[in-house]
């Protein structure tokens, strides 16, 4: 079974772009959680995503928005990027809503580079 | 406010003895606990679980212990390898029962194992 992928791998963009990545979970998982991962913060929660509806959310700015589709791919997207958005942003599946005894698994990453 | 806490950024380790990972939370209410393990330039890849039901639970040469009344968990890895030299995150959940917002996985800030042969 083929895991959760994340595309693009490392993504640079400058300050004030917009940018979208995207995650397929494992077949079959319906939940996708977003996290961004920096050195002085560790892994924070964005939002996750289960049947296509947002069901929880972080403490992250309005820029940061996401959505999933029916075939539980889900779409990441930061908008008027600054510096401090350069970060790896880790996608999650689980069969099972997150934070149920269910097991999120991740993807590799996008490593965001903002200039 | 941090609610999960993994205290030692760092810990090294000679190759063969047991590796002691920390893990503390404050909310009360989580009640599921996962270790992942990171490598650089790949994403946290699942380890070993507990639910607060239990005290501890064993896989291979990984064991996590939990104490509840301290609100504490902790990773045994024995004996350690040089292959799991790695980043060590410890997150935690709120399960079903614990109201809206606390599905999400809060993590702590990982503790880098360095296991030297």
């Known amino acids: 079974k083929a895991g959760v992928t994340q595309t693009p791998r490392y993504l640079i963009k400058t300050r004030g772009q917009q940018v979208t990545l995207s995650c397929s979970p494992i077949?079959?998982?319906?939940?996708v959680s977003w996290y961004q991962q920096t050195p002085g913060q560790g892994l924070q929660f964005l939002f996750e995503y289960f049947s296509e509806t947002q069901r929880n959310k972080g403490n992250f700015p309005g820029r940061f928005s996401g959505r999933q589709f029916s075939n539980s791919r889900s779409e990441m997207n930061v908008s008027t990027l600054e510096l401090g958005d350069s970060a790896l942003y880790l996608c999650?599946?689980?069969?099972?809503?997150?934070?149920?005894?269910?097991?999120?698994?991740f993807g590799p990453g996008t490593r965001l580079t903002v200039l | 406010d941090q609610q999960v806490k993994q205290n030692s950024p760092s810990l090294s380790v000679q190759e063969g003895r047991i590796s002691i990972l920390n893990c503390d939370y404050t909310n009360s209410m989580f009640d599921y606990f996962l270790w992942y393990k990171k490598y650089p330039a790949e994403g946290p890849t699942f380890l070993i679980s507990i639910s607060s039901i239990k005290d501890k639970n064993e896989d291979g040469r990984f064991t996590v212990f939990l104490n509840k009344s301290a609100k504490h968990l902790s990773l045994h890895i024995v004996p350690s390898q040089p292959g799991d030299s790695a980043v060590y995150f410890c997150a935690a959940s709120g399960g079903s029962n614990s109201g809206a917002g606390s599905y999400q996985l809060t993590f702590g800030k990982g503790t880098k194992l360095s296991v030297i042969p």
């Open positions: 999650a599946s689980s069969l099972f809503p997150a934070g149920s005894t269910d097991t999120q698994y």
């Open positions: 077949s079959g998982h319906r939940s």
